[in-house]
């Protein structure tokens, strides 16, 4: 096929896909989305491929769902990347895991990448300590280098799971409260605290703003591929009323198309969940 014939398919590709997303704006589209990328073992198995390898073409799909949901105007995307669970995987597994990550955070840090391209913000929810240092610090710098940029909002859940982010929230609270007790104690003239308002009980809102996603919205869609139905632990705080999906495709096969079925099911339920929103808001 001729040069000129390839860039006038890639002309009408991307006139169809324009098409496509302008006729999915006209329902009410999701401004979070999250995913649990799960079948990358599977996938490998599957095609007699290293394990490894099924976690790089799941990178891959990574990236491309990351552009197709910035082309249609989402502006979270948060992903579950590793569970704290995962280190009690075979040694060998976690340590290909680790050098894989540490490669990509790395490409992510290239002024090149499409990353940068989409002035997009990164961000790491988990317990960063618990990784080896080359990951620890690559995720560190990516955070300080995206910092500024008012793009599309990553985040990566690694290393993760929701209980660990609950417990740290409720500690973070009581450090707080502590620390404003003390504070008012010293600087009573009479030695006894003041307690300048605060109280005993740890609400909702103190919990929200100590979690991993402050100042983020909740998720709209939640996807897990390769047909499991679980959570596994991840943003249980956040999802009551997500819209819960779990194709059976395998992660690295997770495409365009299923992505615009996804958002075409979310607008089929879209009336149920705002009202079940808004009941729950009648309730509290």
């Given amino acids: 096929m001729r040069r000129s014939q390839l860039s006038a398919l890639a002309n009408l590709q991307n006139f169809l896909l324009k098409c496509l997303l302008a006729i999915l704006s006209y329902g009410p589209m999701p401004e979070h989305v999250a995913f649990i990328m799960d079948g990358n073992r599977r996938y490998a198995k599957s095609r007699s491929i290293q ?12 990236i491309e769902n990351l552009v197709h949901c910035n082309d249609m105007g989402v502006k979270y995307i948060t992903v579950y990347a590793f569970s704290i669970d995962n280190f009690k995987r075979d040694p060998i597994e976690v340590q290909l895991l680790m050098e894989l990550m540490e490669e990509k955070i ?17 961000n790491f929810w988990g ?7 080359p990951v620890r610090l690559g995720a560190q710098k990516l ?17 993760y799971n929701s209980t660990s982010e609950i417990v740290n929230a409720v500690s973070e609270v009581c450090a707080e409260r502590r620390e404003v007790l003390q504070r008012d104690h010293a600087g009573d003239s009479n030695g006894q605290a003041a307690n300048n308002g605060v109280h005993s009980e740890i609400s909702v809102s103190d919990l929200d703003r100590h979690m991993y996603s402050a100042g983020c919205p909740e998720p709209d869609i939640v996807i897990r591929t390769s ?28 495409s365009f198309k299923h992505l ?11 009336p149920y969940l705002v009202q079940n929103r808004k009941l729950a808001k009648k309730q509290l």
């Fill in 260 to 270: 615009i079925w996804a958002i075409l099911q979310y607008q089929r339920v879209y």
């Fill in 106 to 122: 790395n490409e992510l840090l290239d002024n090149q990448s499409v990353i940068h391209k989409m002035n997009c913000k990164i």
């Fill in 127 to 133: 317990n960063l300590d618990l990784m080896c240092e």
């Fill in 227 to 254: 047909g499991e139905t679980r959570l596994s632990n991840f943003l249980l705080w956040q999802t009551t009323f997500s819209h819960l999906q779990s194709p059976h495709c395998l992660w690295p096969e997770f």
């Fill in 51 to 62: 394990q490894g390898d099924g976690h790089r073409v799941g990178y891959s799909a990574l």
């Fill in 143 to 159: 955070m300080a280098s995206t910092a500024g940029n008012t793009g599309l909002v990553f985040s990566i859940c690694m290393p």
